[in-house]
């Protein structure tokens, strides 16, 4: 990971924001530059699948390890920007942009409070009914249609699912055999197109790093496509991306100090992506600190320079500009930044948010029998 640059979202250009508008709604001319191909498009059945944290760095590196993954059709795209979960599973299902969509961070600062997107809670607690799902995130998931969604027994109805998965038919799985059993039954009862999403990888990355407990994984991941391969009938594609990659930060923690604090009221966003969010008047000293400080180690933007450089999109609407803090601070090497309010501290290993290429870059990988 040596980055110069950020890596910004490639909008309309290879983004996963593109994959659901090409399958569900293709054009008549799809291309050269489509993130998949006519086959996979003019399938009879389409199978979808997100795997949580695998990066297209992380995949290329451990090709060995998943022999079938690594012989799939196509490459890299970007995701979106943060690189973080909550963000980025939003933009697959709407096929929009963070700053048209609105859930623009894992932690988002919602009127002086601060959502935890994934759980949908605020220090008060569950806020479902203070911060209803449909309204804070008012894009169609799927362009309006219903199509079957395979992901974690115990999701349907959480603030999150409500959010980005909103009118789906939902299909709870428990173990990862479970959810191929789950994809093979769906396309074998005439479902033409299935949504299946696992998080495996990304959890054994924030716990254990790129240890023996991710190849694992990894390997699992790719035993499973390639045993959908085998068991899916003729006419069936399958679609493999993900949200984000990962970076290993272990005790790479950085306080922002004294100096930065004394400007900041509060803080949102993730531990690579911070928004700081300023005490009054102290916006451009908040800036001019924070560079000072931490330009070094980080990206350091003020919000303008954010929107007006595209990283939520091209269209950011005023309630998504309002979420969003005064300062982005945004890792450039394996650092995360430390918010005093982020509760229960826990040292994670792998972590994600940021603009690296370690993060940034995903797979879009293809199969059509």
Known sequence: ???????????????VTELIPTLLEPPADLGP?????????D?????????????????????????TLSSMVGGPVTTVAPSTTATALTSISTGTA?????????????????????????????????????????????????????TMAG??????????????????????????????????????????????????????????????????????????????????????????????CLGHGIDPGPEVARHVERQSGEARFRWLHAEPGHHRDLLA???????DVAWVRSVDQVVDEGWFGREVTDAARARLGDVAVVAKGP????????????ELVGRHGSLTSDEMLVPMLTFAS
Not at 102 to 119: H, K, S, T
Not at 192 to 209: E, L, S, W
């Open 289 to 295: 600190t924070a560079d000072e400080r931490l330009g």
């Open 155 to 248: 999701f349907e109805g959480t603030g999150f699912t409500m959010a980005h998965l909103a009118d789906v038919r939902h299909r709870g799985w428990h173990t990862l055999p479970g959810l191929s059993v789950n994809i093979r039954q769906a396309v074998a009862a005439g479902e033409p197109f299935v949504y299946a999403y696992y998080d495996g990888i990304d959890k054994t990355a924030h716990v254990h790093g790129f240890a023996e407990h991710y190849d694992a994984e990894l390997v699992a991941c790719d035993r499973m496509v390639a045993d959908l391969m085998m068991a899916l009938p003729r006419g069936t594609a399958i679609v493999v991306t993900a949200d984000h990659g990962i970076v290993d």
């Open 335 to 346: 650092h995360y930044f430390l918010d005093p309010a982020d509760s229960p501290r826990i």
């Open 43 to 67: 399938a009879s059945s389409i199978v979808v699948l997100v795997l949580d944290g695998l990066g297209w760095n992380q995949l290329v590196e451990r090709a060995a390890l998943a022999p």
């Open 1 to 15: 990971m040596n980055d110069d640059q950020p890596i910004l979202p490639a909008y309309g250009r290879g983004c």
């Open 98 to 150: 963070p700053g048209r969509h609105g859930v623009v961070g894992y932690r988002i600062d919602v009127e002086g409070e601060v959502l935890n997107a994934l759980r949908w809670t605020t220090p008060r607690g569950d806020a479902r009914q203070r911060i209803i799902p449909g309204e804070f995130q008012p894009e169609p998931a799927f362009l309006g249609q219903r199509p079957l969604v395979v």
């Open 33 to 41: 530059d489509a993130v998949v191909g006519p086959e996979v498009v």
